[in-house]
Nanobody, 122 residues
Framework: QVQLVESGGGLVQAGGSLRLTCAAS????????MGWFRQAPGKEREFVAA????????YYAESVKGRFTISRDNAKNTVYLQMNSLKPDDTAVYYC???????????????WGQGTQVTVSS
């Protein structure tokens, strides 16, 4: 079955950076829209960023625009989330997800990873 495995989370001070990685397997990766979501304690899961199958089109939540960058390497079946200027409010479990269509919509994701914890200290 399809597997999405996130890595790269950790503890970082406010203002610091982290790069999350999501490795996909058993998926026609280059044909799928990839996204990142996050869920903070006591809150609902929220959309963070999405990337079209080609890597040309991106879509970000307002809260991360200008600080986070989503990218992909279709040759490696991998999607990345570069997070800069991190804030304590960015603390959450981060999940990658995949779907076949509509990169500009926040819903409709079919496959999900298990998540990686990001903690930003003040």
């Amino acid at each position: 079955q399809v597997q999405l495995v996130e890595s790269g989370g950790g503890l970082v001070q406010a203002g610091g950076s982290l790069r999350l990685t999501c490795a996909a397997s058993r998926l026609p990766f280059s044909s799928y829209v990839m996204g990142w979501f996050r869920q903070a304690p006591g809150k609902e899961r929220e959309f963070v960023a999405a990337l079209s199958w080609s890597g040309i089109s991106t879509y970000y939540a307002e809260s991360v625009k200008g600080r986070f960058t989503i990218s992909r390497d279709n040759a490696k079946n991998t999607v990345y989330l570069q997070m800069n200027s991190l804030k304590p409010d960015d603390t959450a479990v981060y999940y990658c997800a995949a779907k076949e269509y509509n990169w500009s919509s926040e819903g409709g994701y079919k496959y999900w990873g298990q998540g990686t914890q990001v903690t930003v200290s003040s």
